[in-house]
Nanobody, 123 residues
């Protein structure tokens, strides 16, 4: 069974950087898309970006393009979200998600989810 465990969240000031990790287990993940979503209270989960496990192709939401970078380490079965130039509006719970196949922005297309990690950016 696929399990995803996020880590690396915390409280930082605007302009700082933070790196989130998503440790994946329970599958080889070849052919999977690994994605990051974020959610603030009262709103739906928002697509942040994704990476294809096999080809490392990436997609990003316009709101984070140029500031966030997704990468993966096959040996560690881990996906990373490097967040630079953080803004207060980036404050959210960040979730790692996985699905077999291509990338979608719709959270309903993802089968597996981590428990989330809180990122708070102060102004």
């Amino acid at each position: 069974q696929v399990q995803l465990v996020e880590s690396g969240g915390g409280l930082v000031q605007a302009g700082a950087s933070l790196r989130l990790s998503c440790a994946a287990s329970g599958s080889t993940f070849s052919g999977y898309t690994m994605a990051w979503f974020r959610q603030v209270p009262g709103k739906e989960r928002e697509f942040v970006g994704s990476i294809n496990w096999t080809y490392s192709s990436t997609y990003y939401a316009d709101s984070v393009k140029g500031r966030f970078t997704i990468s993966r380490d096959n040996a560690k079965n881990t996906v990373y979200l490097q967040m630079n130039s953080l803004k207060p509006e980036d404050t959210a719970v960040y979730y790692c998600a996985a699905r077999f196949g291509g990338s979608y922005h719709d959270q309903k297309q993802y089968y597996y989810w981590g428990q989330g990690t809180q990122v708070t950016v102060s102004s």
